[in-house]
Nanobody, 119 residues
Framework: QVQLVESGGGLVQAGGSLRLSCAAS????????MGWYRQAPGKQRELVAT??????NYADSVKGRFTISRDNAKNTVYLQMNSLKPEDTAVYYC??????????????WGQGTQVTVSS
């Protein structure tokens, strides 16, 4: 079993900041890439940011405002979100590419955390 547990969502005014965390636990051998996705009401889930080793990737809409980082010792990925805009309002999901004991790599998802940015 593998679990991804997100935290840090909430309600913030435009221009404010939030920091999301996602901790992976369970029968984990290793974690390759980790990332954040989001889904706004009536829209498809979209990539926000990913991190693999020292390499990061961001959606154009969040470049310069969001920063993804990772603590490998804690199997945790973070998303620092600054200068938030109302259009950042969405449910944010953590994603990780994990190898379990006795199995190969698979993608796992967290349950999601709501981020609401008021204007």
């Amino acid at each position: 079993q593998v679990q991804l547990v997100e935290s840090g969502g909430g309600l913030v005014q435009a221009g404010g900041s939030l920091r999301l965390s996602c901790a992976a636990s369970g029968s984990i051998v290793s974690i390759n890439a980790m990332g954040w996705y989001r889904q706004a009401p009536g829209k498809q889930r979209e990539l926000v940011a990913t991190i693999s080793g020292d390499s990061t990737n961001y959606a154009d809409s969040v470049k310069g405002r969001f920063t993804i980082s990772r603590d490998n010792a804690k199997n945790t990925v973070y998303l620092q979100m600054n200068s938030l805009k109302p259009e950042d309002t969405a449910v944010y999901y953590c994603n990780a590419y994990i190898r379990r004991y006795g199995l190969g790599y698979s993608y796992y998802w967290g349950q999601g955390t709501q981020v609401t940015v008021s204007s």
